[in-house]
């Protein structure tokens, strides 16, 4: 048994599959077969099941995985030590973020971070998939979601909270709902995703309701939509940083505050792979975002003081 060896079996089982880890390796998919082939002769072992799809490791395979994994990192470890020896930081990392949270809460963090670390460079995604980081070579994913996927490392950024709003003309021309069912038959502007009926999860204390929703403005572009709200275009479903500045300015209205709304998740995760090696400027971008996190989850925890009373809509 090789190092080399041993770290392209790391690579296999990253990927997934053969076919993907040829392509990250830049070899042909015979190649990478025979390599694991080879490794397996000279183990005298099964080291992976080979499915049409994917291979998946034996108990052999997996132990042999975490070491090749430990002796991959040391290496990145000690190359990226030797070559930043006495430099300013440097690097790159490879960022997925929501498309709202994203540009409008997290784009003036990303601008201060490279501020901070001009050497650094930062490609970021704005987009709302649950992406397979491997496959897309993401170092770092930033998603909404219920609960985070078991195979990653998963860093809690805080909690999002969704608002049921509308602009004050809206509110006084047509009113605000004030019970959950009202949402059902409102001109409701809100992000979905395609092909899947749209459900909204409400909590109350112990009380736990659903409701199904049919929207009649769709985005995934949280600016748009801001934009659709504060046209009076009708009832907003959205997180609330989407309309807080409004809120606060009195331009936007919000109601049914006394439940806790949710549709894709109410809570924000870092996501990244395990036992990955992150270079020193991956791990000082993680801990720039969750301190700035922090301390963005300290200033929401206080209520939006745009709620609506009963029967005011002045």
Known sequence: MDLTSLTLLVDILDAGNLSQAARKLKMTRANVSYHLNQLERSVGLQLVRRTTRRVEPTEVGLRLYQHGRSIQNELLAAKESVSTLGQALQGRVRLSVPSGYGQMVMTDWLIEFKQLYPGIVLDVRFENRVDDLLRDEVDIAIRVMPEPPQTLVAREMGAVRYVACASRAYAQTHGLPTQLEQLRTAPLITSAVIGRQLRLSAYLGDERQEVTLEPTLISEHFPFLRQAILAGLGVG?????????????????????????????????????????????????????LERARGAGRRAAAPLPGSLPSGDLL
Do not use: C, K
């Open 237 to 289: 479903l959205v997180p609330d940083y989407v309309v807080q500045d409004d809120v606060l300015g009195g331009e936007v209205l919000t109601t049914l505050d006394a439940w806790r709304l949710s549709i894709f998740g109410s809570q924000l995760f870092m996501l990244y792979m395990p036992n990955r090696y992150h270079t020193r400027a991956a791990s000082t971008f993680i801990d720039f975002v």
